[in-house]
């Protein structure tokens, strides 16, 4: 069973920054991306940024020069640094990852339960 712990969450003010971070455990063959998502009220989860095995990055536009994914390998480990926080960019955050459970399947999408940034104005 692939479970998804993320940490770092919290609030700051704007200007501010914050570090997120999301470990895999559990049995399973690889990873073949991660990546955050986030979420406000009223809303649909939208991407933040995703990197994969091989290290290339996906980011919104609304965070490109800001925020930063980068990824640990051999720890199974995603880390997202945001800097220069906007109020906007509250909300609840989600780690992503698509792991193959075994070699030569299909990667399944996995999700964390979701911690929150809240940045003040």
């Known amino acids: 069973q692939v479970q998804l712990v993320e940490s770092g969450g919290g609030l700051v003010q704007a200007g501010g920054f914050l570090r997120l971070s999301c470990a895999a455990s559990g049995t399973f063959y690889s990873i073949s991306a991660m990546g955050w998502y986030r979420q406000t009220p009223g809303k649909q989860r939208e991407l933040v940024a995703t990197?994969?095995?091989?290290?290339?990055?996906n980011y919104a536009d609304s965070v490109k020069g800001r925020f930063t994914i980068s990824k640990d390998n051999a720890k199974n480990t995603v880390y997202l640094l945001m800097n220069s926080l906007k109020p906007e960019d509250t909300a609840v955050y989600y780690c992503y990852a698509a792991i193959k459970d075994s070699w030569g399947v299909r990667a399944n999408d996995y999700w964390g339960r979701g911690t929150q940034v809240t940045v003040s104005s």
């Open positions: 990197q994969t095995r091989d290290g290339s990055t």
